[in-house]
């Protein structure tokens, strides 16, 4: 079955660390996106990419940074710079035009 | 810019029928999207509206009035399982094709 693979589900990280997120897609997606989700908070876009070796900053890029060296991979490290990286992620997948987002199911960030 | 407005959260009976509002004013409007989201899990899409009217997918439907800015997602025969947070995102004009989501608003389901 095509879907969206987060990984891993539970991280944490240390002080000083940077730790990155996995997400792969199988749906032969072009677009991929890096949502961010706070407690009572709707998704707050982190970065995009709409094509391989292409990608945008979202909203709160900050402290954050990606990659998509293939079409099926769109990694997020989570740098030290990011001061508060506790939160849920979603990582989601599109297809150009109207179609709507198929999201990967989610990686909890926590500070040890 | 972006705003996109949704009660917080709401309960309902199971069996009964509930709305759920979303106002949003925006640069522009590209469609409308309303999206399930249990607790600790992925959302799925549930419908998309870009011109006026209502759509019906089963027990749920959508509303967009684009005058006003306002959309609805209807529940009906409530069920426990859709205990859940709808969050409704609107999507602008222009070539990224991101929508902008709202807080979403949590739906409790009670006997």
């Known amino acids: 079955d095509g879907g969206i693979t987060q990984s891993p589900k539970y991280l944490f990280r240390k002080e000083g660390q940077n730790v990155t997120l996995s997400c792969e897609q199988n749906?032969?997606?072009?677009?991929m996106y890096w949502y961010r989700q706070d407690p009572g908070q709707g998704l707050r876009l982190i970065y995009y990419?709409?094509?391989?070796?292409?990608?945008q900053k979202g909203d709160i890029a900050e402290g954050y940074s990606v990659s998509r060296e293939k079409k099926e991979s769109f990694p997020l490290t989570v740098t030290s710079a990011q001061k508060n990286p506790t939160a849920f992620y979603l990582c989601?997948?599109?297809?150009?035009?109207?179609?709507?987002?198929?999201f990967g199911d989610g990686t909890r960030l926590s500070i040890l | 810019g972006q705003n996109i407005d949704q009660p917080t959260e709401m309960t309902a009976t199971e069996g009964a029928i509930v709305q759920i509002n979303c106002t949003y004013q925006?640069?522009?409007?590209?469609?409308l999207f309303w999206y399930q989201q249990h607790a600790g899990e992925a959302p799925t899409f549930l419908s998309y509206?870009?011109?006026?009217g209502l759509e019906e997918k089963g027990r749920f439907s959508s509303f967009l009035s684009r005058s006003k800015g306002y959309s609805y997602l209807l529940l009906k025969e409530l069920q426990m399982k859709d205990s859940a947070s709808y969050l409704c995102?609107?999507?602008?004009?222009?070539?990224?094709?991101?929508?902008?989501f709202g807080r979403g608003t949590s739906l409790i389901v009670h006997p």
């Open positions: 989601a997948s599109a297809n150009r035009g109207n179609q709507p987002q198929h």
């Open positions: 749906l032969n997606h072009d677009a």
């Open positions: 990419s709409q094509i391989v070796n292409d990608f």
């Open positions: 925006t640069s522009g409007f590209n469609g």
């Open positions: 509206n870009v011109l006026d």
């Open positions: 995102a609107v999507r602008a004009p222009g070539g990224s094709y991101i929508p902008t």
